[in-house]
């Protein structure tokens, strides 16, 4: 729970438990959605921001099924970076995460360029699929990447790399529309989802 001026909010956060720094991706809207995101991208070195003393949610990592499927929209990929970052730094080994993040336009992937590193160093460990919903859009000009809603392609990705139920385990991260869309593809297929919804953050 962060906060700024008497405004708080719930905030997932980027940042592993070995980093000395809070990081957290927000996402710029025009008020009245985005108060606090405003408050806090104003911020400057010695403004004072609140944080309460202890982090809460159950939208951690669970090493039980070797293969994590992790589908986000926008600033949701937060919480599956920090996962990866912490499994690094812990030297775990016997896990890979798969990695669906959808936005409207490319500009808006705040960790592409980490996550695209990992995958190419550690094929083992990382799969990252970056997706633009808007692909046809003047802003989306120059996109090669895949195309489409994010939770579109999960079926695929599923296929691909012939993920099971036995020994994959499913988090979504993002607004409601995806998470939605999301369990009415994969549970005929047998799959639950760990779910969260980052509020104020995209």
């Known amino acids: 729970m ?25 996402k710029l809207e025009p008020p009245p ?5 405003t408050k806090l991208w104003s911020a400057r070195e010695g403004d004072t921001l609140t944080i309460r003393q202890t982090a809460r949610g159950n939208f ?55 996550l695209e590193r990992l995958g190419r160093e550690r094929p083992d460990l990382v799969t990252y699929v970056p997706t633009v919903s808007r692909p046809h859009e003047e802003r989306n000009e120059g996109w ?10 999960v079926e695929r990705h599923i296929d ?5 139920p036995g020994d994959t385990a499913v988090h979504a991260c993002g607004n409601g529309g995806m998470i ?8 005929p297929r047998g799959f639950t989802a760990q779910l969260d919804r980052p509020q104020k953050q995209g």
């Open 160 to 164: 691909r790399f012939a993920l099971t």
């Open 2 to 26: 962060i906060g700024r001026d008497g405004v708080e909010d719930i905030y997932s956060i980027v940042s592993a438990p070995h980093e000395r720094s809070l990081e957290l991706f927000l």
């Open 60 to 114: 951690t990592f669970d090493p039980a099924l070797p293969r994590k499927l992790l589908v986000a929209t926008g600033t949701g990929v937060s919480p599956f970076v920090s996962y990866i970052r912490d499994y690094l730094h812990n030297g775990h080994d016997g896990h890979h995460f798969h990695v669906l993040h959808g936005v409207s336009y490319h500009d808006e992937f705040g960790y592409d360029a980490e």
């Open 144 to 153: 090669r990447g895949q195309t489409g809603r994010v939770s579109e392609i």
């Open 180 to 187: 939605g869309d999301l369990m009415t593809r994969i549970g």
């Open 33 to 37: 959605e985005a108060i606090l995101p």
